[in-house]
C-alpha cells in the first residue's frame, strides 16, 4: 500500500490521541474512587447488619420486660383476690392455705421484679449499643456518598477528557485516506496500537528493533509505500527524525 507522507505522518497524531483514549478507558475501569466504594460499601453493609443485631436484641429484651410485666401483674391480681377472699371468709383453714398463699406469691412477685430489673438494665445497655450502631451507619453512609461524589466528579471529568480527545480524533480521521485508515483501524483494533514512529531502528507501536535486512528494506522503500513491522504488525512512520 501507498500513502502520501503527510497522510502517513498524521497516523501519528491519530495514534497518540488513540493511546490517550486508552488511558482513559483504562482509567475510568481502575479508578481508585470505585474501590474505595466497593470498602465503604462493605463497612455501611457490616455497620447495618450490626444495626440491625442490635436492634433485634433490643426488640427480644423489650419482650422480655414485657412478659415480666405481665407475670407481675398477673401476680399482684392474684395477691388481690386472695386479700379479698382473706376478708370475707370466716374459716381458719381458708385463712391458713390463703396466707400461705400470699407469702409464695409476694417470694414470686419479688423474683419476678428482681429479674425485670436485671433485663431492664440489659435494656438499658443494649439502646446504647443501638444508638452507637447508629450513628456507625450514618458515618458509613457518609463515607459512602462522599466516596460516590468523588467517583462521579473522576468519571465527569474523564467524560470531558474523552470528548475533547473524541473530537481531535474526529478532526484527525477526516484528513485520512480511506484506505489508510482502514489498515489502520485494523490493525489497532488487533493489536492495540496502529501505528508508530519508526526511530533509530525500532518500532515506535512495539519498541522493539528490526534486524538488519527489514531495516535495508525501509531505506529502500519509497517515501509513499506503507511500511509495516514484522513483529506487531503496526504502520512504522518514517520521518525526517528517524535516522535513515
Given amino acids: 500500500m501507498k500513502a502520501d507522507p503527510a497522510a502517513q505522518q498524521r497516523l501519528l497524531e491519530l495514534a497518540k490521541v488513540d493511546a490517550e483514549l486508552n488511558r482513559i478507558n483504562h482509567r475510568r475501569r481502575t479508578l481508585p474512587e470505585l474501590e474505595r466504594i466497593g470498602d465503604a460499601e462493605r463497612e455501611a453493609r457490616e455497620k447495618r447488619d450490626a444495626m440491625v443485631a442490635a436492634q433485634t436484641a433490643l426488640d427480644d429484651l423489650q419482650r422480655e420486660v414485657e412478659r415480666l410485666e405481665n407475670e407481675v401483674d398477673q401476680v399482684r391480681a392474684r395477691q388481690r383476690r386472695d386479700r379479698e377472699m382473706m376478708d370475707s371468709t370466716g374459716s381458719s383453714k381458708q385463712l391458713e392455705d390463703l396466707q400461705h398463699e400470699l407469702e409464695t406469691l409476694s417470694r414470686r412477685e419479688a423474683a419476678l421484679e428482681e429479674d425485670m430489673l436485671e433485663v431492664m438494665e440489659r435494656r438499658e445497655a443494649q439502646e446504647t449499643d443501638l444508638s452507637h450502631s447508629r450513628k456507625a451507619v450514618e458515618t458509613a453512609d457518609s463515607r459512602l456518598e ?44 488487533q493489536r492495540g496500537t496502529g501505528a508508530g514512529h519508526f526511530q533509530g531502528g525500532r518500532c515506535g507501536a512495539c519498541r522493539l528493533e528490526v534486524d538488519r535486512a527489514a531495516l535495508a ?28
Fill in 146 to 189: 462522599d466516596a460516590r461524589h468523588q467517583r462521579d466528579q473522576a468519571l465527569a471529568d474523564l467524560d470531558s477528557d474523552e470528548a475533547k480527545r473524541l473530537a481531535e480524533r474526529e478532526s484527525l480521521v477526516a484528513g485520512l485516506p480511506e484506505d489508510l485508515l482502514n489498515l489502520y483501524e485494523r490493525i489497532r483494533n
Fill in 217 to 244: 528494506a525501509i531505506r529502500d522503500a519509497a517515501r509513499d509505500d506503507v511500511v509495516r513491522c514484522e513483529e506487531c504488525g503496526a504502520i512504522m512512520v518514517r520521518t525526517k527524525d528517524s535516522g535513515l
